[in-house]
């Protein structure tokens, strides 16, 4: 059984202290993994997608990068907007995508 | 223009009723979903829809039915609904660029309530 564990639950933040999620995985087959932001009482919004180990991607100031059990985000001088959960979540050849519990990021200004 | 969008957006039941969610997505993708997420905020996959054909079902009770009377649409319906129904419910789309390989875009969730 695929399995998805994140970590921390919760992070708090300081305006620009810049930080790292972590997602740990166990996945029969990866198709890939998937970085979403999810905002309260909204559907969540895709990030990034990862291949293969070793690949990293970046969208202003978030970075993926995965390895073959695990995937961090990074935040570089996080701002308040940047406050919400990450989910993660492992794609199998099933098409099944199976999600973390989440990270619930909160950035003080 | 919205991706994937859900109606309603809100459901409030009481035990025992029917009660159905619908979603539709303007992307033009070939694969559609409906996700549960608890109390816990686990996202968890109910089913999965590929060209109106069932490819993913998930243990989930009888009283939960899928219908996709087209690519772009997959309603859901719920007979004699529980407490432990209540929850956000989810729809989202993928395309299937090559085998296995996909992006699901999710839609705004429908919270439902049982009392």
């Given at each position: 059984e695929d399995q998805v564990t994140q970590s921390p639950e919760a992070l708090r933040l300081q305006e620009g202290e810049s930080s790292s999620l972590n997602c740990s995985y166990t996945v029969s087959g990866l198709r890939g993994l998937f970085w979403y932001r999810q905002d309260p009482g909204k559907g969540p919004e895709f990030l990034f997608t990862l291949y293969s180990a070793g690949e990293e991607k970046e969208k202003e100031r978030l970075k993926a990068t995965l390895t073959k059990k695990e995937s961090f985000l990074h935040i570089t001088?996080?701002?308040?907007?940047?406050?919400a959960t990450y989910l993660c979540a492992v794609g199998n050849a099933g098409n099944m995508l199976t999600f973390g519990g989440g990270t619930r990021l909160m950035v003080k200004p | 223009d919205t991706a994937v969008s859900q109606t309603p957006k809100y459901l409030v039941t009481q035990m025992g009723n029917d009660k159905s969610i619908k979603c539709e997505q303007n992307?033009?993708?070939?694969t559609m979903y409906w996700y549960k997420q608890d109390s816990k905020k686990f996202l968890k996959i109910m089913f999965s829809y590929n060209n109106k054909e069932l490819i993913i079902n998930e243990t989930?009770?009888?009283r939960f039915s899928p219908k996709s009377p087209d690519k772009a649409h997959l309603n859901l319906h719920i007979n004699?609904?529980?407490?432990?129904?209540s929850a956000v419910y989810f729809c989202a789309s993928s395309q299937t660029?090559?085998?296995g390989y996909y992006e699901q875009y999710f839609g705004p969730g429908t919270r439902l309530t049982v009392t």
């Amino acid at each position: 059984e695929d399995q998805v564990t994140q970590s921390p639950e919760a992070l708090r933040l300081q305006e620009g202290e810049s930080s790292s999620l972590n997602c740990s995985y166990t996945v029969s087959g990866l198709r890939g993994l998937f970085w979403y932001r999810q905002d309260p009482g909204k559907g969540p919004e895709f990030l990034f997608t990862l291949y293969s180990a070793g690949e990293e991607k970046e969208k202003e100031r978030l970075k993926a990068t995965l390895t073959k059990k695990e995937s961090f985000l990074h935040i570089t001088a996080p701002k308040p907007e940047d406050s919400a959960t990450y989910l993660c979540a492992v794609g199998n050849a099933g098409n099944m995508l199976t999600f973390g519990g989440g990270t619930r990021l909160m950035v003080k200004p | 223009d919205t991706a994937v969008s859900q109606t309603p957006k809100y459901l409030v039941t009481q035990m025992g009723n029917d009660k159905s969610i619908k979603c539709e997505q303007n992307l033009g993708h070939d694969t559609m979903y409906w996700y549960k997420q608890d109390s816990k905020k686990f996202l968890k996959i109910m089913f999965s829809y590929n060209n109106k054909e069932l490819i993913i079902n998930e243990t989930v009770p009888n009283r939960f039915s899928p219908k996709s009377p087209d690519k772009a649409h997959l309603n859901l319906h719920i007979n004699s609904l529980e407490l432990g129904d209540s929850a956000v419910y989810f729809c989202a789309s993928s395309q299937t660029i090559r085998a296995g390989y996909y992006e699901q875009y999710f839609g705004p969730g429908t919270r439902l309530t049982v009392t």
